[in-house]
Structures are given as structure tokens and as C-alpha cells.
């Protein structure tokens, strides 16, 4: 997954868990707190190891071979070839679907995560990302935190339920799929268009959100309800070039050094949705002094400028509240005594959900302010709207947060980045991206060197997702009004 909450890229400034006298939505559950000892605790380790060990990079990965282990640790449990599906476009980027059978009172429930990893090179880590390594408190691989930890922990629950003779009131779905890190055949895409009825669900569960510390205290359990669109912008100018010792004004580098200024001095306008502004909201409620109040100015109509000004001023909650566009990539020229005859530029935008791509690719031609710069979209964006607050799901997920970390709230977020759950949304599935797996938002490894994830944190989220999900298949489940 890529940057997976609005966390991720800077830590958020004051953070403390001030939540006296916060709880949201009292619901009067339970305060008892988590017994890590789950019934399979033992089995989940040694499925997280196998999924671990097994490569499944884009280069020479096999996300393929990793689905048919965790398909042979289904059928150890009782599935039989009936539930089980392996398959895709391609030999090495297999995917798995394993079903759940339920009474069929109620659609199914997806639950997805993806087998394929990035990249890693030995030689930046201090052990072996490939090995599965446990070390002061933490299971050490890449992977560990994105995303083979859902998968193990959904394929670890799925035995559990199986062994505990538990027939849910809808079939719970299981797609553990590949190139959702990059590469040709993602496989979310690829069953949807090859195999929609094997997961075609009321509304799925997807990584994307996650619990929120900091020096050691849960902050916050997050919900991705949406997720920005990638969209990136070729900028080309041309010019008749000439010899470096007679200049002209009309130098190809200085005008696009020019219209990328103006990009830099540019702000999209902001553009709440129903997820940001709870996020903005139940934010301010954790928070403390000014920037408590400007959270809760940001929600005024109109929005008072220096609250704005100020809250623009950290890129994360910049990110929430608006379109952005940056340059990533510039060139020009072709040798250093000629006048250049061509300079192009990459700008990369996170567009809101909701938003018109080619009416952000006409604001960026007014912004740049120069006719002679074309501006091509690189590759088609993906738009997919936001999921809605539904009571259904987040009535439990406000359940089993209460019952697990008392006091701990639950806020929605919007990813600056992108996950699968985006094909998802686009094909009419809701997505709810939430694990109940906790990190230091101060160290945030996915993706990077030496990626770890605690492992109290990991057998927390694994009984967090079993509730969870168990919640979201009864007809008990707790609905409340948003």
C-alpha cells in the first residue's frame, strides 16, 4: 500500500491522549481488555512466517505460490475446492478467494488484503527482509506491516471460525491478491472484471486505516473511508534554441521555471467531505490549544483565513483538505553552450474524491499562465468515491474499539496515497480500511528500512478483526446514527 493514512508522511504536532471525558458515541460496552492468548495464536504466528518467507515482489516474487499456501492451510481446516479459487492473469501473480459459507440472509462481507510486497535489498536493512525475524518486542520483514499481516491474521481467523463451527449470516469472502504494490496484473482489478460474482460484496474491509500512538498511548483507531486520486501531468515547452552566447528572454527552462513557481504559490481551494469533516471534528477533541481550535474552525463557513493559513502549514492536514499538485521531475536542454530547445516537467496531483480531473488539468493551464506549455495527462486517473458512514459498519467498529481500548475514539480518514480499495469503490463496493493494528505515527516503516510491526499490536489487531467481522455477520450487530 502506498502512504496509507494521513499519519504517515509527518508526525502530527501535540498529539496526546487527552481523552478524558471523550468518549464517542457511549455505547456502554464492555471495558474489559484484550487477552492476547487467542485460541490459534500459535497457528497465526506460523502463517505470518510462512506468508513472510515467501517472496512475492514484482521482479522475482510469486504471489501465486504464496496463495496456494494459504490455500493449503484453508483446506488443513476444512474448506473445501468448492470455497477456494486461485487464479489471475498471469503464472507468478496468482490470487487467492476463499469463502466463508453463511445462511445468505445478507450480501457478503469482503475481506482483502494483498500478497505482493515492494521491494527490498539486503544490503539497506539491518537483517534479512526476507526472513521473519522477531527482535525486542517486534516481528522484523518487509511485508510484516503491508499488508501480509492482514492477510495472515484474516486467513488465521477464517480457521478459527471454521473450528469454532461458526455459520455467519452472510458468506464472509477472503481475496488475498497481487500487484496492488505496482506491476501489470493487479488482481482486485482482474477478478472484477473476470470473476465479479466470486467478490461481490455489500461492503468490504481493506487495509487503509489502522490505530494511531504515540510514546507509547493509542490516540485514535482510524478508518480510511476515501482515498485521494493519482493523477500525473506531463508539461512540455519547446523552443528554436539558438547558441548559449546570444540569449533571449524566451529561454524554454525559464518558462517552465516560471509556471512551476506559479504552481508553488498556488493553493486548490478547500473541499471537505463527509469523512474529513468528522476527521477534522473528532481530531479536535484529542487535540490541545491552537491547533485544537483551528481544527475546529476549519469546519466554520466560511472558513476564517488565518484558521486556514495555519492549518495549511502542516503538509498532512493540507492534504486533507484539498487538491495538491507538486513538480516531481524536471528536464531540459540538450547541451551546455546551446540554448535549449525543449524543457518538460512532471507535476503528480492528489485529487479529492469527487472532483473532475480534467477540471484540475484546466486550473493547472491557468496557473501556469503561459500558452505555449502543453499539459498531457500522463496516465487515465482512477476516480472512486468516498464510502458513506454507514452505521452498519461503524456501529461495530465503535463496539469492539470500546471493548478492546476503552476511550479510544474512532475517526475516519481519507488517504493521501492509494490502496486497492479504490477499484472497489469504483465498482460500487463501499471500503472500509481499518485493522485495529496500532503504530507509532512518529515510525512509520512501511515501505522503508527494517519494516516491523509490534507483535502485541499484531495479535491485538488479529482479535480486533475477528470480532469485527464476526460483528459485521450477526444480526446483532449494533447500528448508530452518524
Not at 481523552?19 to 455505547?27: K, P, R, T, Y
Not at 471454521?162 to 488475498?176: N, S
Not at 468490504?204 to 480510511?224: D, M, P, T
Not at 493551464?365 to 500522463?378: K, P, S
Request: hydrophobic share 35%.
Amino acid at each position: 500500500m502506498k502512504n496509507r493514512n494521513i499519519f504517515d508522511d509527518e508526525p502530527i504536532p501535540n498529539m496526546k491522549n487527552k481523552l478524558s471525558g471523550f468518549l464517542l458515541f457511549i455505547l456502554g460496552f464492555s471495558t474489559s481488555n484484550v487477552a492476547l492468548a487467542q485460541p490459534n495464536q500459535q497457528l497465526t504466528h506460523d502463517i505470518f512466517k510462512e506468508l513472510i518467507e515467501i517472496n512475492t515482489t514484482n521482479s522475482v516474487g510469486n504471489t501465486t505460490k504464496a496463495a496456494e499456501a494459504m490455500a493449503a492451510r484453508l483446506r488443513t481446516a476444512g474448506f473445501t475446492d468448492k470455497d477456494i479459487f486461485i487464479g489471475g492473469p498471469d503464472p507468478r501473480k496468482g490470487n487467492l478467494v476463499a469463502t466463508l459459507r453463511g445462511s445468505g440472509k445478507r450480501k457478503p462481507l469482503l475481506l482483502l488484503a494483498h500478497l505482493d510486497v515492494v521491494e527490498a535489498l539486503r544490503g539497506d536493512w539491518t537483517t534479512d527482509p526476507f526472513k521473519f525475524e522477531e527482535i525486542d518486542g517486534f516481528y522484523y520483514a518487509r511485508g510484516s506491516r503491508d499488508d501480509k499481516a492482514m492477510a495472515a491474521i484474516f486467513v488465521a481467523n477464517f480457521v478459527r471460525y471454521k473450528q469454532e463451527g461458526f455459520v455467519p449470516d452472510r458468506d464472509i469472502i477472503l481475496a488475498l491478491t497481487a500487484d496492488e504494490e505496482g506491476g501489470d496484473f493487479n488482481g482486485v482489478d482482474w477478478l472484477l472484471k473476470n470473476h465479479k460474482e466470486l467478490i461481490n460484496a455489500e461492503y468490504a474491509l481493506n487495509e487503509g486505516g489502522g490505530g494511531a500512538e504515540q510514546e507509547g498511548k493509542k490516540i485514535s483507531n482510524n478508518v480510511q473511508l476515501s482515498e485521494k486520486v493519482f493523477q500525473s501531468f506531463r508539461l512540455e515547452v519547446k523552443n528554436r534554441g539558438g547558441h548559449s552566447s546570444q540569449p533571449r528572454k524566451d529561454n524554454a527552462i525559464y518558462r517552465m521555471a516560471h509556471a512551476l513557481d506559479n504552481l508553488g504559490k498556488f493553493d486548490f481551494p478547500v473541499n471537505l467531505n463527509e469523512g474529513t469533516r468528522v476527521f477534522f471534528e473528532r481530531s479536535s477533541k484529542i487535540e490541545t490549544g491552537q491547533l485544537a481550535e483551528d481544527m475546529k474552525g476549519i469546519l466554520l463557513s466560511p472558513t476564517p483565513a488565518d484558521v486556514l493559513a495555519r492549518l495549511s502549514v502542516f503538509p498532512n492536514y493540507n492534504a486533507m483538505l484539498r487538491t495538491t499538485c507538486v513538480a516531481t521531475m524536471i528536464n531540459g536542454g540538450h547541451a551546455e553552450n546551446a540554448l535549449p530547445q525543449t524543457a518538460t516537467a512532471v507535476v503528480n496531483c492528489r485529487i479529492l474524491p469527487g472532483e473532475d480531473p480534467d477540471k484540475i488539468r484546466e486550473t493547472l493551464v491557468g496557473v501556469f499562465a503561459d500558452n505555449t506549455i502543453t499539459v498531457t495527462a500522463i496516465k487515465p486517473a482512477k476516480p472512486s468515491p468516498p464510502s458513506p458512514m454507514n452505521p452498519e459498519v461503524f456501529g461495530p467498529i465503535e463496539k469492539v474499539t470500546q471493548q478492546m481500548w476503552p476511550g479510544i475514539p474512532v475517526v475516519p480518514t481519507m488517504s493521501t496515497g492509494a490502496t486497492d480499495g479504490a477499484y472497489l469503490r469504483k465498482d460500487g463496493i463501499p471500503t472500509y480500511g481499518v485493522s485495529g493494528i496500532f503504530g507509532d505515527i512518529t515510525d512509520v516503516r512501511a515501505h522503508g528500512k527494517d519494516e516491523r510491526i509490534g507483535i502485541k499490536s499484531f495479535y491485538e489487531g488479529q482479535e480486533f478483526l475477528y470480532r469485527l467481522t464476526k460483528e459485521l455477520s450477526a444480526k446483532t450487530s449494533v447500528k448508530r446514527d452518524y
